[in-house]
């Protein structure tokens, strides 16, 4: 048999040529949806018509489409009840679409569980008879009903310490079922759509404060559902300040010291304070508290507010050196004679620490005689050491009017911190007898020297014996 060659080129070339303008068109196109399905109503018709008809769930149109392959012919599409039908659709060799529920009278109703069925018949030329497949095809249902529930960010929590979050979607839908999802921050572009689960990973936008999310899901026949939630984000770690209390000497304490940690959010607010003493536990700080053990102390810190932002470990140091026991250790008399009634007489006396090394003592005067009236500078004192200088107190006292008296007393001076450590000073004031008794003993001891010297030597030993 003769071949002609040319012919075969040809036929190859035409071949090649429309497997590339096939790939060309699926590339432009790209994927065909899912939801799509392909009939050929007659696979043993030299000429078969093809329709493409959404699969599954729809929510406002179903779309038939054919392709006639250059033939002629008209199309009615039939409910299995012709309760609605499409057509007469004139095809005019060309291919074509048109949506179920435009040529629906009444329209597709709200929802149905019952899929839709249909059938298709052709009239091949005007006037003839219709063939139609011999089956109807299930085919789509209708759902117009939104999915319902929520979305939270981080389970609901107020606050967060970071733009990674969590957001929980619950939401359902009764008749077609989730499908899918997207997101976005505040204005921002929504992100891409994506298969419906329950957890999703997301980014807030930077910078502190209040932070709104918003979801768009949509079920599987296409209605969408909106929601929202908001989270306030805090990055800002918490600041806490280590106050120390007590009597400093030296750079040591030398007293127990009080001990207050002040912790200070701007944003969320402080959630709680921890600390410790030394390498004890840790320990939920709730009050000041007070640290009496002598040595050097540790007090390690920090603070963690709402947004669970934590602070570093800080930490203030202290010694505690307690001053040994001071001992009051007075010296000195306050003797006066011949002091004339009303006259002002001065004396002093020294008060001292002779206790351990480093204490200190606090003293004043307690008591003085109850005769005449006194002055002293100082009255009081604090602080006194060891190995500092004692403390000369000046006295004055202004004498009793009455004369040829003898006045007797002591004056009492304490440790103000326990008035079981004290000493006393002695006094003693004597006013002279008048001018005439003066005058009396004078003629006596002029005329009897021996007497009056005998009763000299009795008034001294008296008076020596008194003091």
């Given at each position: 048999?003769?071949?002609?060659?040319?012919?075969?080129?040809?036929?190859?070339?035409?071949?090649?040529?429309?497997?590339?303008?096939?790939?060309?068109?699926?590339?432009?196109?790209?994927?065909?949806?899912?939801?799509?399905?392909?009939?050929?109503?007659?696979?043993?018709?030299?000429?078969?018509?093809?329709?493409?008809?959404?699969?599954?769930?729809?929510?406002?149109?179903?779309?038939?489409?054919?392709?006639?392959?250059?033939?002629?012919?008209?199309?009615?599409?039939?409910?299995?009840?012709?309760?609605?039908?499409?057509?007469?659709?004139?095809?005019?060799?060309?291919?074509?679409?048109?949506?179920?529920?435009?040529?629906?009278?009444?329209?597709?109703?709200?929802?149905?569980?019952?899929?839709?069925?249909?059938?298709?018949?052709?009239?091949?030329?005007?006037?003839?008879?219709?063939?139609?497949?011999?089956?109807?095809?299930?085919?789509?249902?209708?759902?117009?009903?939104?999915?319902?529930?929520?979305?939270?960010?981080?389970?609901?929590?107020?606050?967060?310490?970071?733009?990674?979050?969590?957001?929980?979607?619950?939401?359902?839908?009764?008749?077609?079922?989730?499908?899918?999802?997207?997101?976005?921050?505040?204005?921002?572009?929504?992100?891409?759509?994506?298969?419906?689960?329950?957890?999703?990973?997301?980014?807030?936008?930077?910078?502190?404060?209040?932070?709104?999310?918003?979801?768009?899901?949509?079920?599987?026949?296409?209605?969408?559902?909106?929601?929202?939630?908001?989270?306030?984000?805090?990055?800002?770690?918490?600041?806490?300040?280590?106050?120390?209390?007590?009597e400093m000497q030296g750079g040591v304490y030398i007293s127990n010291v009080t001990?207050?940690?002040?912790?200070?959010?701007?944003?969320?607010?402080?959630?709680?304070?921890?600390?410790?003493?030394?390498?004890?536990?840790?320990?939920?700080?709730?009050?000041?508290?007070?640290?009496?053990?002598?040595?050097?102390?540790?007090?390690?810190?920090?603070?963690?507010?709402?947004?669970?932002?934590?602070?570093?470990?800080?930490?203030?140091?202290?010694?505690?050196?307690?001053?040994g026991e001071p001992d009051l250790d007075c010296e000195g008399e306050l003797r006066?004679?011949?002091?004339?009634?009303?006259?002002?007489?001065?004396?002093?006396?020294?008060?001292?620490?002779?206790?351990?090394?480093?204490?200190?003592?606090?003293?004043?005067?307690?008591?003085?005689?109850?005769?005449?009236?006194?002055?002293?500078?100082?009255?009081?004192?604090?602080?006194?050491?060891?190995?500092?200088?004692?403390?000369?107190?000046?006295?004055?006292?202004?004498?009793?009017?009455?004369?040829?008296?003898?006045?007797?007393?002591?004056?009492?001076?304490?440790?103000?911190?326990?008035?079981?450590?004290?000493?006393?000073?002695?006094?003693?004031?004597?006013?002279?007898?008048?001018?005439?008794?003066?005058?009396?003993?004078?003629?006596?001891?002029?005329?009897?020297?021996?007497?009056?010297?005998?009763?000299?030597?009795?008034?001294?030993?008296?008076?020596?014996?008194?003091?």
């Amino acid at each position: 048999m003769e071949v002609n060659v040319r012919k075969l080129y040809a036929i190859v070339i035409t071949l090649m040529i429309s497997n590339y303008l096939i790939l060309i068109v699926s590339a432009v196109t790209g994927p065909v949806d899912p939801r799509v399905k392909t009939k050929n109503i007659w696979d043993d018709d030299p000429d078969p018509l093809w329709v493409e008809v959404f699969d599954g769930w729809c929510n406002e149109h179903v779309l038939l489409q054919w392709d006639n392959n250059g033939i002629n012919y008209q199309i009615e599409i039939h409910s299995p009840s012709d309760d609605w039908y499409i057509g007469p659709i004139p095809t005019s060799g060309e291919p074509g679409e048109c949506y179920v529920n435009d040529f629906v009278s009444g329209g597709l109703p709200e929802s149905t569980q019952d899929p839709y069925n249909w059938q298709v018949y052709v009239q091949y030329e005007p006037g003839g008879d219709y063939y139609g497949s011999e089956e109807p095809e299930p085919d789509f249902f209708v759902d117009r009903t939104m999915p319902s529930g929520s979305m939270v960010i981080n389970n609901g929590d107020e606050w967060t310490n970071s733009t990674e979050v969590e957001l929980l979607l619950t939401f359902s839908d009764s008749l077609s079922g989730m499908h899918k999802m997207h997101f976005r921050n505040e204005e921002e572009p929504w992100s891409s759509w994506e298969d419906y689960t329950t957890l999703k990973s997301w980014i807030l936008s930077s910078g502190e404060g209040l932070h709104e999310v918003t979801c768009q899901v949509r079920d599987k026949a296409g209605n969408p559902y909106f929601a929202q939630d908001t989270i306030m984000l805090d990055e800002t770690v918490p600041f806490t300040i280590c106050t120390l209390e007590g009597e400093m000497q030296g750079g040591v304490y030398i007293s127990n010291v009080t001990v207050t940690l002040n912790a200070i959010d701007n944003l969320s607010g402080v959630d709680f304070t921890m600390y410790k003493l030394d390498d004890g536990d840790w320990i939920l700080y709730d009050q000041s508290f007070i640290v009496s053990d002598e040595g050097e102390h540790t007090v390690w810190f920090y603070s963690v507010d709402i947004a669970q932002n934590i602070e570093e470990i800080k930490i203030c140091t202290f010694t505690i050196q307690f001053p040994g026991e001071p001992d009051l250790d007075c010296e000195g008399e306050l003797r006066w004679t011949d002091v004339k009634p009303g006259d002002v007489v001065s004396g002093s006396f020294e008060v001292s620490n002779i206790g351990d090394p480093g204490s200190l003592l606090n003293w004043e005067i307690k008591s003085k005689p109850d005769w005449g009236d006194w002055t002293f500078d100082p009255s009081s004192g604090t602080g006194l050491t060891p190995e500092g200088s004692p403390i000369s107190v000046d006295v004055e006292v202004e004498a009793p009017d009455e004369q040829n008296m003898e006045y007797e007393g002591e004056i009492k001076i304490v440790n103000s911190d326990d008035e079981s450590d004290f000493c006393v000073i002695p006094v003693y004031l004597k006013t002279p007898v008048s001018s005439f008794h003066q005058r009396i003993l004078q003629v006596f001891g002029h005329h009897f020297p021996f007497l009056y010297w005998l009763f000299s030597q009795l008034k001294n030993f008296i008076n020596v014996f008194l003091i």
